[in-house]
């Protein structure tokens, strides 16, 4: 299986009264993610980022996050269906795994505002990064 991973340097703005970073940081963090691993496959377009909504987003906080030291945000698993594609996510400070996360986002037909099927050559690349 391929790995995908991004390297994010935490800014003390991003930090809540007792030290952590804020959980709202670590969903934008995941899409940030997410966006640079669609980018990856071939989905770098400006406009390609529109044609994915997020349909479902789970955050498993694991352990605490801190400002100080650098996070890394590992695909660890992406899985296609039809129209969806669930990207699994995990996030490490050190050795140590922080947070954990699963997305599901839907490929849209932005002029018919309905699911559209993922097409074949993304299928493919995606399949590198199957669980």
Same mark, same amino acid.
């Given at each position: 299986?391929? !790995?995908?991973?991004?390297?994010?340097?935490? %800014?003390?703005?991003?930090?809540?009264?007792?030290?952590?970073?804020?959980n709202a940081v670590i969903a934008a963090w995941f899409e940030v993610a %997410?966006?640079r691993f669609l980018e990856s496959l071939g989905e770098s377009e400006p406009?390609?980022? !529109?044609?994915?909504?997020?349909?479902?987003?789970?955050?498993?906080?694991?352990?605490?996050?801190f400002y100080g030291q650098d996070v890394v945000a590992k695909i660890t698993?992406?899985?296609?269906?039809?129209?969806?594609?669930?990207?699994?996510?995990?996030?490490?400070?050190?050795?140590?795994?922080?947070? +954990?996360?699963?997305?599901?986002?839907?490929?849209?037909?932005?002029?018919? +505002? !309905?699911?559209? %099927?993922?097409?074949?050559?993304?299928?493919? +690349?995606?399949?590198?990064?199957?669980?």
């Amino acid at each position: 299986m391929n !790995k995908f991973a991004v390297t994010i340097t935490p %800014r003390f703005y991003e930090t809540d009264a007792l030290g952590h970073i804020n959980n709202a940081v670590i969903a934008a963090w995941f899409e940030v993610a %997410r966006v640079r691993f669609l980018e990856s496959l071939g989905e770098s377009e400006p406009s390609s980022a !529109k044609d994915w909504i997020l349909a479902s987003f789970q955050i498993d906080f694991v352990a605490e996050t801190f400002y100080g030291q650098d996070v890394v945000a590992k695909i660890t698993g992406a899985e296609v269906g039809n129209s969806s594609l669930t990207v699994l996510c995990e996030m490490l400070q050190g050795d140590s795994v922080t947070v +954990k996360g699963r997305a599901v986002l839907v490929h849209m037909d932005t002029s018919e +505002k !309905k699911p559209a %099927r993922i097409p074949d050559w993304l299928r493919e +690349k995606v399949a590198a990064y199957s669980s």
